[in-house]
Each structure stands twice: as C-alpha cells, then as structure tokens.
C-alpha cells in the first residue's frame, strides 16, 4: 500500500487517465489519482502538495514549460519515463451532419489530422470535452476517442491510429 497521489489531466476516461491507470496496475497498488482541466492546474496540485506525483504526456503542448518550472521553480524532478500507446481517435460527428463546420480538440491533438476543412477549430480541456460537447450541440464535430463512436448516432470522419508516446512522472525527490 502506498500514500501515493498522482496527478493528471482529467476528467476521468481521458487518455491522461486510461494511461495512467494502465501504469498504476503494474505495482502502484493503492496510488489514488486527482485530475485537473490543465496541465498548469496538474502541476500547481504537486506544489501545493495536494498530489505527490503528476504524469503528463511529453506531446503536451505545455510539456516543455511544465516540467522546467516544475524543476527550476518547484523543486519536482523527473522520476520516471515510459512509453505507451494511447487510445485510437477519430473525427466524428452526428451521422445527419453532412459537412461539419467546426471541430473541437484537446490542443495536443492539434497536428494529427489534416484540419483545412473546417472553418472554426475550438481548443478545449480534453478529448472527452470534445465529445460531450460535440453531444450537447456546442459544435458539428469533434477530434477525440473512436471508442465514443459506440455510444450514439454518429459517424468517423477519419480515424487517426493510436499514437505511441512518451510519458513523464515528476515528484519531490
């Protein structure tokens, strides 16, 4: 058992968390996990001590400047590296949707499909964002998991293959 609190991007169901988990099952027994909207908000839990750990993917667009302020700024240190697989996504949208407008992504999933098509891109907090956004009407499509294609009337646009990425795990030494 351990007294271990990682913290990540949530909410639950993102890819942070599904990659996050998948690290804790392998000897972290007991680790809880606490999310936040933002990477910033992830990293100001482990400097106000509400998490000792945090996880970011190093495709994060604010990778970079996290872990230099979570180093130089924080005294937060990179204790460990993993590669691993994230889930497959895709572009959807509802299947009467003939040609979506406007599209909403997690900001690090920006660069994983060609986007001209769309007249708006909306940044939002995670892919799961996207999704029940696309879902309540806010907009015609979103960049975020294929496994949601499941769960209603809706089509892929273009799916994207699971991405292989780098992972980091900050904490005080």
């Not at 996050?20 to 809880?32: E, F, T």
């Not at 895709?90 to 040609?99: G, N, Q």
């Not at 956004?133 to 979103?142: F, P, Y």
Request: hydrophobic share 45%; glycine share 4%.
């Amino acid at each position: 058992m351990t007294d271990a609190i990682y913290a990540t991007l949530g909410p639950r169901d993102t890819n942070h968390d599904r990659v996050l988990q998948r690290y804790l099952a392998r000897g972290r027994l007991g680790a809880r996990i606490v999310y936040a909207p933002n990477a910033f908000e992830v990293l100001d839990l482990c400097i106000q001590e509400d998490a000792t750990h945090m996880m970011i993917c190093a495709a994060h667009p604010a990778a970079a400047e996290i872990v230099a302020k979570a180093q130089y700024n924080h005294g937060l240190y990179l204790v460990d590296t993993f590669i691993a697989e994230s889930e497959a996504l895709a572009i959807i949208c509802r299947k009467e949707t003939v040609s979506p407008r406007d599209i909403a992504l997690h900001p690090a999933t920006r660069h994983y499909a060609d986007l001209t098509g769309f007249d708006e891109v909306i940044e939002v907090d995670s892919t799961v964002a996207a999704f029940e956004g696309m879902l309540k009407g806010q907009w015609e499509s979103a960049l975020t998991q294929s496994r949601f294609l499941a769960t209603g009337d809706l089509r892929s646009i273009h799916p994207i293959e699971a991405a292989r990425d780098a992972w980091l795990i900050l904490s005080r030494k």
